[in-house]
C-alpha cells in the first residue's frame, strides 16, 4: 500500500492550496483518513481527520479555514487550505487506516509528506 500526496507549495498569507492523497495497491477498504503536519523542531500534531461515513474533526488552529473531504472510491483525502498563516507553515502527512482483506484488523500507514511553506 502507497500513500501519495500532492499539492504543497509557496504561497502567501491569506492564500490557499488543496492538497490530496490517494491510496494504492490491495486494498479492501480504507477507514479512518486524516492529515498531520510537523513545523521544524516541532512535534507532529493532527491537522483534520475524517470517518469514511464523511464525519470530520479539526484541530482548533484550523477551524473555520481549512475542510477535509475525501472520495472513498479513490481512496483519496483532500485537505482545503484557506486564509493561510504563516504558521500553517509544515511538512503535511496524510494517513489512513487500511483494511488489507477483509477480517483483517486495520493497518495505518503514512504518505510521504509534501512541503506547505506560507510567507508573510
Known amino acids: 500500500v502507497q500513500l501519495q500526496a500532492f499539492g504543497g507549495g509557496l504561497v502567501q498569507a491569506g492564500g490557499s492550496l488543496r492538497l490530496s492523497c490517494a491510496a494504492s495497491g490491495s486494498i479492501f477498504s480504507v477507514n479512518d483518513m486524516g492529515w498531520y503536519r510537523q513545523a521544524p523542531g516541532e512535534q507532529r500534531e493532527l491537522v483534520a481527520g475524517i470517518r469514511r461515513s464523511g464525519n470530520a474533526a479539526y484541530a482548533d488552529s484550523v477551524k473555520g479555514r481549512f475542510t477535509i473531504s475525501r472520495d472513498n472510491a479513490k481512496n483519496t483525502v483532500y485537505l482545503q487550505m484557506n486564509s493561510l498563516k504563516p504558521e500553517d507553515t509544515a511538512v503535511y502527512y496524510c494517513?489512513?487506516?487500511?483494511?488489507?482483506?477483509?477480517?483483517?484488523?486495520?493497518?495505518?500507514?503514512w504518505g510521504q509528506g509534501t512541503l506547505v511553506t506560507v510567507s508573510s
Open positions: 494517513n489512513a487506516a487500511v483494511v488489507l482483506r477483509y477480517g483483517l484488523a486495520e493497518t495505518k500507514y
